[in-house]
């Protein structure tokens, strides 16, 4: 009797611990649709500002290529950030002097974070940059700094036509300047 009592017991708690973890991942589901759609909703007060996703499954060397792939036949110039860095903020401010002139030419501007950059500041910020906006998970962002050397961020990666590497500043870091960033964009665009 005394051992049927521990095991209904065992197994009541089983079924409820299980119930309670089912609940949550409906809930954090929840949440992540709401995030979603507030980020989506944010980003669509300035139609330049767009909100794209890669599958969190993928590895980053994966994402990195899904990303790429996105762009197959464009010249993008890919921009390694975080909300919290200023000297990412400030190359965005720089590269907005010649990013209209460059987008009406077709060139794609695609931004790059991880989760360390706080939701909820990514979010605020997304409609203030004009491009595609990416946040990978911390596995990938790791992953991909790891695959492209990246000691640290602000890096850029322009990507040619074909989905080739143009031009790369990864293992430096830092902006390297609009005359720079313009002469290889308008080298791609010549291929």
């Not at 209209?100 to 979010?123: C, H, Q």
């Not at 990666?157 to 308008?186: H, R």
Request: hydrophobic content about 40%; overall charge neutral; aromatic content about 6%.
């Amino acid at each position: 009797m005394k051992k049927s009592l521990i095991l209904l017991t065992t197994v009541l708690m089983l079924m409820a611990t299980s119930c309670t973890k089912k609940g949550n991942n409906a809930a954090n589901s929840l949440e992540e649709q709401t995030v979603d759609t507030a980020t989506n909703a944010a980003a669509s007060a300035n139609p330049k500002a767009n909100v794209k996703t890669v599958d969190a499954m993928l590895n980053g060397a994966d994402a990195l290529e899904a990303i790429k792939k996105n762009y197959a036949g464009k010249v993008v110039l890919l921009d390694f950030w975080a909300t919290w860095c200023p000297p990412c903020r400030e190359a965005m401010k720089t590269v907005d002097l010649i990013k209209p002139a460059l987008m009406d030419k077709g060139v794609a501007f695609a931004y790059i974070t991880g989760v360390t950059s706080p939701e909820s500041n990514w979010k605020e910020m997304v409609p203030t940059i004009d491009g595609d906006h990416y946040r990978l998970t911390e596995k990938q962002w790791v992953e991909i700094g790891k695959l492209l050397n990246m000691p640290g961020i602000p890096a850029y990666m322009l990507i040619n036509k074909d989905g080739s590497v143009a031009f790369s500043n990864v293992t430096e870091g830092g902006y390297p300047g609009n005359e720079i960033i313009q002469q290889q964009i308008e080298a791609a665009l010549s291929k």
